[in-house]
């Protein structure tokens, strides 16, 4: 795609899932990615596996270990063009009075914050390579409410505020700031999402996962790659004048009830 061949990329959580998937589309497309992850065995996996990837091991939850993870992007890839804040965790499945106070909390940490902490380490960097392009992942749950998930649909909905306020804040030096949304994407995140509301409804797993499809105009969860291609369209020359948006992934999401 015109315009990511060369592009320095930073990318939160993507040593698997939707992450494996968008370093990887962004490798296909000429770009030097920096994959920052938790889960060292994938990491240790993947470290040597490409000549225009690096890997470094960081919590987005922890800015200590973040800045210690940009300096790895500064010194190693020499600046940066395009940050991928993908790091997000489900949080618990229950109904608000039952979620603790830590789990809360955790979801923040990890949802919002993570990406509020990589945002502030990379705009420095962005703003020296002249411009180049944020993109935060959302979910629907940030453009709807989602029952049994209040801390991730309330961390989706600030991170698109985050990227609004981003995206004005950083148009005057060439920075352009999105969401993408996507709805159910396959994968053992949303494998776990599935049994947890099976659990919660009590019936199985399987109806939940139909009842998933049944939620979009076009009855299907996402691949992973639908994200990626959106993502790269996004940092892309073509997407050169398109920023403060909320892009939902999601076949058309109709309700969120379930």
Known sequence: MKGIADKRVFLSAAAA?????????????GAHVCICDIDEAALARLEGSHDRLTVVRADV??????????????????????????AGISGPTANTESISPAEWQRTIDVNLNGAFYCSRLAIPLLKASGGGSIVNI???????????????AASKWALIGLTKTLAMELGPHGIRVNAVCPGSVEGPRIDGVHAAKAAARGVSVEEIREAF????????????????????FLCSDSAARISGQALAVDGHTETMRM
């Open 138 to 152: 959302g979910s629907t749950a940030g453009l709807h409410g989602y029952p049994l998930r209040a801390p991730y």
């Open 17 to 29: 899932g939707i992450g494996r998937a968008i370093a990887d589309r962004f490798l296909q497309a």
């Open 213 to 232: 499809r049944q939620k979009s105009s076009l009855r299907t969860l996402i691949a992973p790659d639908d994200v990626a291609e959106t993502i790269l």
């Open 61 to 86: 939850a922890d800015p200590g270990q973040l800045e210690s993870a940009f300096l790895t992007v500064a010194q190693g890839l020499g600046g940066l063009d395009v940050l991928v804040n993908n």
